[in-house]
């Protein structure tokens, strides 16, 4: 498939770390409501760890920009920061070593993230997790991929796929995690981490959009 930008790993990476910080707040609110409340400062926490890899590491391929981000994530407690961690890591690994992956590269790094989490995390779709966006993000940038769509116009049907989906968590029950606990009560309330997964997938989108 077609090229991505050279500079996918700085844009995608920078933007966000720029979106999260930014929703940090909103996330938060969404599992004090649905869960035990520490999502917002898990991610606050992840992304000063990610301030101080980006600056200790100066990363210059999109394999370090991404790393960066998954190493921060692994150091983070709650649920999300290792299954973040272990996502970004295999995105990180998307094409050669030292080299831009291609779109198609780029779903097939999406989709292994999927496995990694679903195998520690054993959450399947419909469960009310960061894999209720992420999937049909993967599902519709493939079917795009294969309709031969621009690497723009694909990620934007990712985008609005997660974006949709992470909408629709609001309808289902937690089954995993700390939200889980509270059983009906996440009833009507958006899944913090679907949310994050969306926002992930719209930071793709918006670093091969210029
Ligand atoms: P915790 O639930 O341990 O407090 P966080 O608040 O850090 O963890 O993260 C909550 C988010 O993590 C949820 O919104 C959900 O999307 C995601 N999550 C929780 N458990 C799982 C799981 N088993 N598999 C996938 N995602 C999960
Ligand atoms: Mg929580
Ligand atoms: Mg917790």
Redesign the pocket.
């Known amino acids: 498939t077609q090229p991505l930008p050279e500079g996918l790993g700085s844009d995608f990476i920078t933007g966000l770390h720029a979106t999260l910080s930014g929703a940090a707040d909103a996330l938060g609110d969404?599992?004090r409501r649905?869960?035990?409340?520490?999502?917002g400062t898990?991610?606050r926490t992840a992304m000063k760890l990610a301030t101080g890899n980006l600056e200790a590491d100066a990363p210059t391929t999109y394999r370090q920009w991404v790393s960066a981000m998954s190493m921060a994530w692994l150091g983070?407690?709650?649920?999300?920061?290792p299954?973040f961690g272990m996502f970004f890591r295999d995105l990180a690994k998307a094409g050669e070593e030292g080299a831009v992956p291609t779109l198609a590269q780029l779903a097939d790094a999406l989709a292994a993230g999927q496995a990694v989490?679903?195998k520690?995390?054993?959450?399947e779709v419909g469960?009310?997790?960061?894999?209720?966006s992420l999937a049909p993000a993967i599902a519709a940038l493939r079917e795009a991929i294969e309709a031969g769509a621009e690497p723009a116009a694909a990620l934007a049907d990712a985008e609005r796929a997660a974006v949709e989906a992470a909408r629709a968590t609001a309808d289902s029950t937690?089954r995993?995690?700390?939200?889980?606990y509270v059983g009906e009560v996440s009833k009507g309330v958006i899944?913090?981490?679907?949310?994050?997964?969306a926002l992930v997938i719209g930071a793709a989108r918006a670093a091969v959009d210029g």
């Open positions: 969404l599992d649905a869960g035990d409340g520490d999502f898990n991610v983070v407690g709650g649920t999300s920061g299954l989490v679903q520690y995390g054993e959450a469960d009310k997790t960061m894999i209720d937690a995993r995690g700390r939200a889980s899944d913090p981490g679907a949310a994050a997964m």
